[in-house]
């Protein structure tokens, strides 16, 4: 088989599934069967009206199955016909066997591949049955497979626009989950990691300096209570559904004046330096800007052994923005990117900008991040 005919025979089933059934399918049932047997006591003229009407009511209910059973429904309704047209010696001239069209419509909106290449082949040898009992008009042969491609046609488009659509909400989902992670990373990860050393330290000196133990202490309420406050914004912001939320319900998106609030702390001293006119950062800039750099920071108060200081720079020009974090601890060997890293080079890149991190000469750790003016101007 060619490449395309081989794509299409591994074609599984449209996604998302189907509904099994919905109130139109009852409508169609119910209303079918009358018109069949009107049609026929208003056509004299057709062959065989009553026992077609018959037909065509009795092979109704292959429409509750259409979606689940595209390709057995379409077999079912087609052979049928086929079979009493051979019998009776004539095509079914009655207007209502176009629900058929139905079924051929489901067959290319919710079917496999396999299901379509079968189908396809039912329908054309129906429509060659019809030639052996009819005389062949051109016209109408002709109108007949227009209208049998346009109905897959629809069916197919569709049945595209759908998947099109699953999968941008797919992506959306997971651009958000990412985004979700990050802060969650960014926030509550900086804060524990502040606990944590807070209560290393608050071990270490309760022996002796029971006086600095309480003061760690205090450290910890304060960052535990941060932390509930952040934790609390993002919730509100996740569960809000449309409606306005008070401004003052939602904490404030922290930027480069905030980067200040880094110095605090136990660790290696915060030493935070800014040039440029940081007012005129963007907000999604300045967080960005926020958020890298209290990653870094918390990654040198964790991770730098031996750090007695940590820079943190940030440069503004007309081209764009400069952050670099650097500590003074031992050099260390490159390391996988874990989450903290990978997040921050995700933040910079939504910006246009990059984001790397690795040992500096001379010795310590340095992050810098480079946000260029096109990339949160476009």
């Known amino acids: 088989m060619t490449s395309p005919v081989r794509a299409l025979w591994d074609a599984p089933s449209a996604a998302p599934a189907p509904p099994r059934r919905v109130w139109r399918d009852w409508v ?22 009553w026992l077609w009407a018959v037909v065509l009511a009795a092979l109704v209910p292959t429409l509750l199955w259409r979606r689940i059973r595209p390709l057995t429904m379409l077999a079912i309704a087609f052979a049928v016909g086929s079979v009493f047209g051979l019998a009776t010696g004539g095509d079914p001239q009655l207007f209502t066997t176009a629900y058929f069209l139905i079924l051929l419509y489901a067959l290319t909106r919710w079917g496999s591949g396999r299901a379509m290449i079968g189908g396809g082949l039912i329908v054309a040898g129906g429509i060659l049955v019809s030639l052996v009992y009819t005389a ?14 346009m109905t897959s046609t629809l069916g197919l488009a569709l049945r595209w626009r759908a998947g099109e659509r699953a999968r941008e909400l797919d992506r959306v989902r997971f651009l958000e989950r990412e ?35 309480t ?37 404030p998106t922290p930027g480069v004046p ?54 943190v720079r940030v440069r503004m020009d007309t081209a764009g923005v400069r952050l670099d974090v650097r500590d003074d601890g031992e050099g ?17 890149a939504l910006l246009g900008g990059t984001c790397s991190a690795g040992p500096a000469p001379g010795g310590g750790w340095a992050v810098t991040a480079l946000l260029p003016r096109t990339g949160w101007t476009s």
């Open 215 to 251: 003061d760690a202490l205090r450290v910890i309420e304060g960052e535990a209570s941060r932390t509930l406050d952040e934790m609390r914004a993002i919730v509100r912001a996740l569960r809000r559904d449309g409606e306005t939320t008070d401004a003052s319900e939602l904490a």
């Open 258 to 311: 905030e980067l200040r609030a880094l110095a605090d702390g136990a660790g290696p001293a915060v030493d935070v330096r800014v040039d440029g006119d940081a007012d005129a950062l963007p907000p999604a800039v300045a967080a960005t800007l926020y958020r890298i750099a209290q990653e870094a920071v918390t990654n040198a108060r964790r991770h730098a052994r031996g750090a007695t200081r940590v820079d």
């Open 136 to 149: 062949p008009n051109p016209s109408d042969v002709i109108g007949g497979i227009a209208v049998v491609v």
């Open 179 to 213: 985004q979700l992670a990050r802060d969650l990373h960014d926030t509550v990860a900086h804060h524990v990691s502040a606990i944590a050393i807070q209560a290393q330290a608050g071990i270490t000196v309760a022996p002796t300096t029971p006086e600095a133990a």
């Open 332 to 348: 260390a060997p490159s390391v996988s990117p874990g989450f903290g890293l990978t997040g921050m080079a995700e933040r910079a």
């Open 28 to 49: 169609l049932v119910g209303v079918i069967p009358p018109l069949a047997f009107l049609e026929a006591a208003l056509r004299p003229d057709v062959p065989w009206r």
